[in-house]
C-alpha cells in the first residue's frame, strides 16, 4: 500500500495545482462579474504550450535552458516530501523544514540567473526584486514554521502535523500569530496580490512574469506549471501544518479517501480566501514591500516569544 | 458655609455674564464676584488658623487644612488683583479694536468658572472631584489661551490642551492606585483623610508607582521639567492676565496636590523616596529654565521660564525638608503676588509697544515710567535680591539642603545666579537706553497699575512682618508635611 | 460573568489600540475607538449586575450615550465636512511601530510591573492587558501626528484607565463616574471646537506643520 500512497504523493502536486489557479481565475472573475474562464483552462493552455514551437535566444548560456527542468524538478521533490493527506509515511530524510526551505530557494536562484542571461532589461530588474522580495521573505518563512517546530518538539514537517492535530488552547495564540505570517510570506513567494499581478501584461510591474518573459513553448509551459505547484505547496504547507485536522495516521482505504475530501476542501477555501484577497485589494508599490515582510517577520517572532511565555 | 457661598457667587456671575449684553454690568459683576472671594478667602483663612481643619459638614464635600487656607488665601488676593487689570485692560484692548465684545463677555464667563473651578479644586474632600475640577481648569482657560485667534495662539492653546488632559489622566492613574489601599465597596466617598488614615496598608512598591505617576501627572500642571514645553508657548500666547493666574494661582494649586500625596506616600514608604524625586525634578527644573533664560527672546515667555525655574525652587524647598518647608510655603506666597506684578506690567508693555518681542522694546523707562519701575522691582524680588523676602526663602532652602545634598545646593545656587544674570541682561536691554521714536510717552489708564503697585505693596510688607495667622497656618503646614 | 470571557473582552480592547496605531484611514480610526467603547461599556454593566444600584445604571447609560454614540458622531461629522478621509501619517514605520508595541507589552507583562498587576491577583491577566493598553495609548498619542488622533488616543487612554480601574476593584460610585464623564464630554466638545479651528488655520491637522512657536 505504501507503494500506491507514494505514487498518488508524486503525482498530486503536479496533477491538482493548474485546477487550483483555474478556481482562482474564476473566483475573481465570478467577483468581478464576469462570467470567466472554464476551471480547467490552466490544463488545456499547458497542453497548447507544451505543443508549441520554441525560440531561444542565442545569447542564452545553458542556465537558460536547463532553469526550466530544475525549477519543476524542484517542485516535484517538495510536493513529494510534505504531508498532504497522511500525516506520516516513512522517516523521508527531505522532509525537513530547512530543506524544503531552500530547495525551493534553488529554484528561485535559477529563475532568478535565467532572468538576467539573455540580456534583457525586464528580466534584470524582475530577478532583483524577484531576489530582494525572497531574502525577505525567507526571515519570515523560516521563523512561522520554526514556530510550529518549537510547538511540535521537532522539524520534520510530518512530525510537525501529527502533533499539531492535538492543539491546545494555549498554543492557538501563537498558531494564529504564525499562520499570519506564513499567509503574507505564502503572497510574496508565489507572487499574488499585495507582491505581484499574476496577469498583468505591463513588464513595469512584473515581478514574477518577468523573469519568464524570454520563455516559449515547452519551458514556459514547465515554468508555468512550476509556478502553479509552488502555489499549491505553499497551499498545502499552509493547511497541513497549521490546520492539521483531518489527517490519518495509517487506515483503511477509507479514513484515507475520507482524509483526501478534508483535504481537497481545506484547498478550496484557501484558494477562496486568496481569490477574495485579491478582488479587495490593490497591489502595493515596490518600496512598501519590504514593510510588509518585516511586518510578518515581527509575527513570527512574536508568536515564537508567546510560547516561551505560555510554558 | 463660606466655600459654598463663593462658588455659588462665582457660578452666578458667569451665568449673569452669559445673559447680559451689556459691558458694564458684566465688568461690575465680576468685580463684585471676586471681590467677594476675596472677602470669603480671607474669613476661611482667619478660621482655619485659629481652629485648624475647616470641615463643613463633617468634610464629606469639602475640607480645608492650613496649606489649603494659604492657598485659598493667595487665590481671592491674585483673583481680585487680576479682575480689576483686566477690566481696564480688556477696554484697551477694545480702544484698539484687538477684540469685539463677544470675546470680552467670552473672556468675563471663563474667567469666572476658572475661578469657581480653582476654588473647588482647593477645598474639595475627595481627591477624584479634585481632579474633576482641575480638570474644569484646563478646559476653561484653553479658550482663554487661544483668545486673540491668531495660527500661533492656536497652536500654543492646542499643545498645552493635549499635555495637561494627557498629564491629568496620568495623575488620574495614580490616584486610582492610591486608591487600592481602601476597600471600596464598604466606605461612600473617599476623602484626603481617610486616604492617610489607610496609608500604611498599601504596599510600598505600589505607592512608590502610584507616586511617581501623580508627580508626573500634576508636575505637568505644575511645570516642572521635562514637562514643561507647554508652559512658555501658553503662557506666551494667552492674555496677560491669564498667564498671570495661570503661573499665580494654577501652579500652588496642583503642587499642593502633589504634596498632599506626598504626605501619603510618605507614610507608606518612608520620607526619602518622594523627597529624592522632588530634588531631582526641582533641580532639573532650575537647570534647564536658567540655561534656556539666557537666550529668550520674548519677555512673556521669559516670565513662563521664571516661574518653572521658581517652581523648582518650592519642589527644592519641600524636598529638603526641615526649614525648607517653611520657606518653601513662603516663597510660594511671594512668588504667587510678584508674578502677576510682572505679569500685568507686561501687559502694559505690550498694549504699549505692540510687540512681544524684547528686541522691539526699547528705552521703556522713558516712555511709561511708571510700569518700568514697578516691572524692575518685580524682576529683583524675583530673582531673590535682598531685603526682598525671596532672599531669604532661597536662603533658607538652600542651607537646609547643604547639610545632606551639597552638591544640588551648590550647583542649584549657580544656577539662580545664571537667572539673574540672564533676568538683568534682558530687564536692561528692554528698559534701559533711549526710547524708539513712534511710541509716544504715558500710561494708559491709573487702574492698569494700581493692582501691581498694591501687590508690591504687600509683598514688601509680608518680606519684613508676617501676621500671626499666617504664622500660625505656615507652621502647621510645616507640621504636617 | 466569567474570567475567560472578560479576558477575551481585554484583549480585544488590546487589539484595537493595535490597530488604531497602524490604521491609515480615519474613519476606521473612529470606528475601532467607538468599539472600544461599546466594550468599555460592556464590562462596566459587568460590574453593575453584580453590584447594583439604580444611579450606577444611569451612569452607564449616560457613558453609553457620550462615548458610544456621541463621540463616533461628532467625529465623523468632523471627518465628512473637512474631508479627511485619510490621517496623517506615523513618526515611525509600521515595522518599527510593531516592535515597539511587542516592547511595550512584554514589559508590562514582565516582574517590573508585579506589584501593579497583582493587585487584585485573580484579575492578573486582565491588569496586565488594561495596564498594556494604557502604555500603547500613549504610544499611539505620540507616534500618530493627525490632530484627530491625538484626541482619540486622549479617549482611549481614558478608556483603558477606567477599564483598569473596574479590574482592580477600584470602582468609584456613581456621582464620580457621573462627574468624570462630564468632564469628558467637555472635553470633547472643546476639542472638536478646537479641531475646526486648527483646520482653519493651518488649513491641515497635520501636527507637525505647527512650528510657529520657537522661541
Known amino acids: 500500500m505504501t507503494i500506491f500512497v507514494w505514487i498518488i504523493q508524486l503525482f498530486f502536486v503536479p496533477a491538482l495545482s493548474p485546477l487550483c489557479i483555474g478556481i482562482i481565475r474564476k473566483i475573481k472573475a465570478k467577483l468581478q462579474n464576469r462570467q470567466g474562464a472554464n476551471v480547467f483552462q490552466p490544463y488545456k493552455d499547458i497542453w497548447k504550450l507544451l505543443h508549441k514551437d520554441e525560440v531561444v535566444s542565442k545569447d542564452a548560456s545553458w542556465i537558460f535552458r536547463f532553469t526550466p527542468y530544475i525549477v519543476f524538478a524542484v517542485t516535484i521533490v517538495v510536493g513529494l516530501s510534505i504531508p498532504i493527506f497522511l500525516s506520516r509515511i516513512s522517516e523521508f530524510g527531505a522532509s525537513d523544514i530547512l530543506i524544503i526551505v531552500y530547495t525551493l530557494a534553488i529554484g528561485t536562484f535559477f529563475m532568478a540567473l535565467s532572468g538576467m542571461d539573455t540580456g534583457s532589461a525586464f528580466g534584470g530588474f524582475g530577478s532583483s526584486r524577484e531576489m530582494t522580495v525572497s531574502a525577505l521573505a525567507e526571515g519570515g518563512f523560516i521563523f512561522s514554521l520554526l514556530t510550529m517546530a518549537l510547538l511540535a518538539g521537532s522539524t520534520n514537517l510530518f512530525v510537525m502535523s501529527d502533533v499539531t492535530r492535538t492543539i491546545t488552547s494555549q498554543s492557538f495564540l501563537p498558531t494564529i500569530l504564525a499562520f499570519g505570517g506564513f499567509f503574507i510570506v505564502l503572497l510574496a513567494e508565489t507572487s499574488r496580490f499585495p507582491f505581484d499581478n499574476p496577469a ?65 476542501v481545506k484547498i478550496f477555501l484557501f484558494c477562496l480566501a486568496i481569490a477574495v484577497l485579491e478582488s479587495s485589494m490593490a497591489k502595493f508599490r515596490f518600496f512598501r514591500l519590504p514593510d510588509l515582510l518585516l511586518i510578518s517577520f515581527i509575527f513570527n517572532v512574536v508568536a515564537i516569544g508567546l510560547i516561551q511565555w505560555s510554558r | 458655609m463660606e466655600i459654598l457661598f463663593i462658588i455659588i457667587t462665582l457660578v452666578v456671575a458667569a451665568v449673569i455674564n452669559l445673559m447680559t449684553k451689556r459691558k458694564v454690568i458684566i465688568e461690575v459683576i465680576s468685580l463684585i464676584s471676586s471681590f467677594v472671594a476675596l472677602i470669603g478667602s480671607i474669613i476661611l483663612a482667619l478660621k482655619v488658623s485659629s481652629s485648624g481643619l475647616f470641615a463643613p459638614w463633617s468634610g464629606r464635600f469639602f475640607s480645608i487644612d492650613s496649606l489649603g487656607a494659604i492657598i485659598i488665601l493667595i487665590l481671592g488676593l491674585v483673583g481680585f488683583a487680576t479682575t480689576i487689570y483686566s477690566i481696564q485692560y480688556l477696554r484697551q484692548e477694545i480702544n484698539k479694536d484687538i477684540i469685539g465684545f463677544k470675546r470680552f463677555k467670552e473672556y468675563f464667563i471663563l474667567l469666572n468658572i476658572f475661578f469657581a473651578a480653582m476654588f473647588l479644586a482647593t477645598t474639595a474632600s475627595n481627591p477624584i472631584f479634585t481632579w474633576i475640577s482641575i480638570e474644569g481648569t484646563t478646559l476653561s482657560t484653553a479658550f482663554l489661551i487661544s483668545f486673540y485667534n491668531k495660527p500661533s495662539a492656536i497652536e500654543g492653546a492646542w499643545k498645552y490642551l493635549i499635555i495637561n488632559s494627557i498629564g491629568l489622566l496620568l495623575g488620574f492613574f495614580g490616584t486610582l492606585l492610591f486608591f487600592t489601599s481602601i476597600d471600596l465597596s464598604s466606605v461612600g466617598l473617599v476623602d484626603w483623610h481617610s486616604l492617610s488614615l489607610n496609608a500604611i496598608h498599601l504596599d510600598p512598591l505600589l505607592a ?114 526641615g526649614i525648607g518647608i517653611f520657606a518653601a510655603v513662603l516663597h510660594l506666597i511671594y512668588h504667587s503676588c510678584v508674578k502677576v506684578v510682572l505679569f500685568l506690567s507686561s501687559g502694559n508693555l505690550l498694549l504699549k509697544y505692540g510687540s512681544a518681542k524684547i528686541f522691539n522694546i526699547k528705552g521703556a523707562l522713558k516712555v511709561i515710567p511708571a510700569t518700568s519701575i514697578i516691572f524692575i522691582i518685580g524682576f529683583l524680588i524675583v530673582t531673590g535680591i535682598p531685603p526682598f523676602g525671596m532672599f531669604m526663602t532661597k536662603l533658607y532652602i538652600l542651607s537646609a539642603g547643604m547639610k545632606d545634598y551639597p552638591l544640588v545646593s551648590v550647583f542649584a545656587l549657580f544656577f539662580l545666579v545664571l537667572v539673574f544674570v540672564s533676568f538683568l541682561k534682558h ?34 510688607i509680608l518680606s519684613f512682618y508676617l501676621p500671626p495667622f499666617l504664622h500660625t497656618l505656615i507652621n502647621n503646614v510645616v507640621l504636617q508635611y | 460573568m466569567n474570567l475567560l470571557f472578560l479576558q477575551f473582552l481585554s484583549g480585544t480592547i488590546l487589539l484595537l489600540i493595535i490597530l488604531l496605531l497602524i490604521m491609515k484611514k480615519n474613519f476606521s480610526v473612529v470606528f475601532a475607538y467607538g468599539l472600544q467603547s461599546l466594550i468599555v461599556v460592556i464590562i462596566l454593566l459587568n460590574s453593575f449586575f453584580e453590584k447594583g444600584g439604580l444611579l450606577m445604571l444611569l451612569a452607564i447609560l449616560v457613558i453609553l450615550v457620550i462615548k458610544v454614540i456621541l463621540a463616533p458622531v461628532f467625529f465623523i461629522r468632523l471627518i465628512k465636512k473637512y474631508a479627511l478621509s485619510f490621517s496623517a501619517s506615523t513618526y515611525l514605520s509600521t515595522p518599527m511601530t510593531l516592535i515597539v508595541i511587542t516592547i511595550l507589552v512584554s514589559i508590562v507583562h514582565s516582574h517590573k510591573f508585579l506589584p501593579l498587576t497583582s493587585i487584585v491577583p485573580d484579575h492578573q491577566v486582565l491588569l496586565s492587558l488594561s495596564l498594556s493598553a494604557i502604555f500603547l495609548s500613549l504610544f499611539l498619542i505620540v507616534n500618530r501626528k493627525g490632530a484627530l488622533s491625538q484626541i482619540i488616543g486622549i479617549l482611549s487612554f481614558e478608556n483603558s484607565i477606567v477599564v483598569f480601574a473596574v479590574f482592580a476593584n477600584l470602582e468609584q460610585s456613581a456621582t464620580l463616574q457621573l462627574g468624570i464623564i462630564f468632564d469628558i464630554f467637555v472635553w470633547l466638545m472643546i476639542a472638536t471646537v478646537f479641531i475646526s479651528m486648527l483646520y482653519k488655520h493651518f488649513g491641515t491637522l497635520d501636527v507637525s506643520s505647527m512650528k510657529h512657536l520657537t522661541d
Open chain 1, 200 to 264: 498583468t501584461h505591463l513588464e513595469l510591474t512584473m515581478i514574477h512574469e518577468a523573469m519568464i518573459l524570454e520563455y516559449s513553448g515547452k519551458r514556459l509551459a514547465l515554468m508555468e506549471w512550476a509556478a502553479s505547484n509552488k502555489l499549491l505547496i505553499f497551499i498545502i504547507l499552509g493547511v497541513n501544518i497549521f490546520f492539521p485536522f483531518g489527517l490519518v495516521i495509517n487506515g483503511g482505504w477509507g479514513m484515507i479517501i475520507l482524509s483526501i475530501f478534508y483535504f481537497l
Open chain 2, 427 to 460: 530687564v536692561s536691554a528692554m528698559f534701559f537706553g533711549e526710547k524708539p521714536e513712534n511710541i509716544e510717552k504715558g500710561e494708559k489708564n491709573i487702574w492698569l497699575l494700581i493692582p501691581q503697585i498694591s501687590l508690591i505693596v504687600i509683598i514688601i
Open chain 2, 208 to 321: 512608590k508607582i502610584a507616586f511617581v505617576f501623580v508627580l508626573i501627572g500634576y508636575g505637568t500642571k505644575v511645570g516642572l521639567v521635562p514637562m514643561h514645553t507647554w508652559k512658555p508657548d501658553a503662557y506666551s500666547k494667552a492674555p496677560a492676565p491669564i498667564g498671570a493666574l495661570l503661573s499665580s494661582a494654577l501652579l500652588p494649586i496642583s503642587f499642593v496636590i502633589i504634596l498632599r500625596y506626598k504626605a501619603i506616600t510618605d507614610i507608606a514608604v518612608g520620607p526619602l523616596f518622594s523627597q529624592k524625586l522632588l530634588i531631582t525634578f526641582g533641580f532639573l527644573s532650575i537647570a534647564v529654565a536658567a540655561l534656556i533664560m539666557f537666550n529668550a527672546k520674548n519677555y512673556k515667555r521669559l516670565l513662563a521660564y521664571s516661574s518653572i525655574e521658581n517652581a523648582g525652587v518650592m519642589a527644592l524647598g519641600f524636598g529638603f525638608g
